[in-house]
């Protein structure tokens, strides 16, 4: 439901809406579907921003929901009054999950979060990118004389999952098992329970997890594992936790920004041309289609009762902090629908990657690949573009993603 400006509607049954929540904040937006996201993912989201800032939505719930810019900028933040314990409105995920570092707050958080910063250091990623190209030429050779993909299926889905394993040091052979775990945890089908999901990608895990305790090696998982964490060694359930945590953080957020990145170059032609006759421009772009695209959706809960945008948050309720309710509102950025490759922001001022103490990690290495994608598919690849046959779906969740991008080109 909206209103003329767009905005949802305000919700009709209001029984179960706490006492302290302002009626005229409610509304009924379920962010695992906003409605249209399937054919415009990012419109869907940006109706939210015709009204105010912070709206209560009745689904999955009830919480809270940062509709503007700098509302949810501020409270990604906040992590004195902003909890990353509870992880999602998924029912039962943080419970389950227990990410280090991901579900931890200060003090707890530093010391293991430096560590895996250590994993991830400038000179890994560096060391990580030829076998990222390697990878990348391989599929694309694999399907340019064909004439055109489902860019998710065959690519995008593929090298995110074969960088992981490459940096842990486990066989490529392996993403058959790994790739629907990332897509369930943030777009669930119902088709597995929280528990499992966790307890399939524990399975997995844990004989490696041994061996990297036992006996270090040059891989990510070793890296980490060998900091201590204030003096002492990582428990085995602390290790599980941390390397669920990247396996689950690392596979879904880049097929997801591989193929939005792909659908924004199929659609602009120019931009394909400008950036094959100027391939120095590429990082720069990368960056700016990483602004322009953003789907990572946290959530927070507030342990600290405050007031915010005129409303109270009351210690206990949730917050949900999409990045494209900041990146795309104009309050934050000018034009923020427009691709400009000359706008020449840091990363660090853009949320895609997150805010605060919490910002991705893996940041570096996801930037990198994202670079190598964008350099060699268009030294590569003759002009492409979408299959007009066929649709280009969205499915929303914690991380929106194509659900397909059917591309074409001349042979
Ligand atoms: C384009 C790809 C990616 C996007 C959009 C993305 C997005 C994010 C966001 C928004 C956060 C902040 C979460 C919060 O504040 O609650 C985050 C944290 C994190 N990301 Fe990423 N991420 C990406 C790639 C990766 C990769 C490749 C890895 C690792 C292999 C990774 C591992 C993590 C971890 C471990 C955290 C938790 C950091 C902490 O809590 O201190 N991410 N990511």
Partial sequence: MTDPNGAPTMAPGTASIPTHVPRDRVIDFDVFSPPGSQADYFGAWM???NGPDLV???ANGGHWIA???S???G???DAMRFSNEALAVTPGLGEVMQFIPLQQDAPEHKPFRSAVMKGFAHQYIVATEPLVREETIRLIEAIRAVGGCDFMAEFAEILPVHTFL???GLPPEDRVRLRPLGRQLTRPDGSMTVVELRDAADAYLEPHIRERLANPGPDLFSRILSVPIEGRAWTFEESQRMCRNLLFGGL???VAMLGNIMMHLARHPAEQEELREAPGM???AADELMRRYPTVAVTRNCVETCEIDGVTIERGDLVYLPSVLHNLDPRSFETPEKVDFARKLTQARHSTMGAGPHRCVGAALARMEVIVVMEEWLARMPAFALDEGAQTTFRAGNVGALDQLALNWQT
Avoid: K
Wanted: aromatic letters at 8%; a negative charge; glycine letters at 8%.
């Fill in 47 to 49: 109706r939210l921003l």
């Fill in 56 to 58: 209560w939505t009745t």
């Fill in 67 to 69: 509709a503007g810019g």
């Fill in 71 to 73: 509302t949810v900028r």
């Fill in 75 to 77: 409270i990604w933040e």
């Fill in 166 to 168: 490459s940096v842990i």
């Fill in 252 to 254: 879904d957020t880049v």
């Fill in 282 to 284: 590429i990082p720069d």
